[in-house]
Nanobody, 127 residues
């Protein structure tokens, strides 16, 4: 199974930007569809963004559409989440996820579609 390690979280003021990274190891990264999810205190984990195996397709939650961009570099075994115009409601632990069963023509936005998860990175947006 692929191992995932997120980084790049931190404290930022509202309106600011952060870029999260998720480094993968253990398997051929380009065989995996990738996703980002987040979990705020007291809330369920929710979908943020997904990207296809080769990076040609992406999909976003309505709450982040136009502000966040997911991308991947298969040569570096890394997926990114560029976050701009951050809001206090974006405060959460952000997790990356991977699954090899999702084909390159598909995208998945449910937790159950992914079988590998990172440990998460905290993002805090102050008002």
């Amino acid at each position: 199974q692929v191992q995932l390690v997120e980084s790049g979280g931190g404290l930022v003021q509202a309106g600011g930007s952060l870029r999260l990274s998720c480094a993968a190891s253990g398997r051929t990264f380009s065989n995996y569809a990738m996703g980002w999810f987040r979990q705020a205190p007291g809330k369920e984990r929710e979908f943020v963004a997904a990207i296809s195996r080769r990076g040609g397709r992406s999909y976003y939650a309505n709450s982040v559409q136009g502000r966040f961009t997911i991308s991947r570099d298969n040569a570096k075994n890394t997926v990114y989440l560029q976050m701009t115009s951050l809001k206090p409601e974006d405060t959460a632990v952000y997790y990356c996820a991977a699954d090899f069963r999702i084909s390159d023509s598909e995208l998945a936005y449910t937790m159950g579609a992914y079988d590998a998860w990172g440990q998460g990175t905290q993002v805090t947006v102050s008002s």
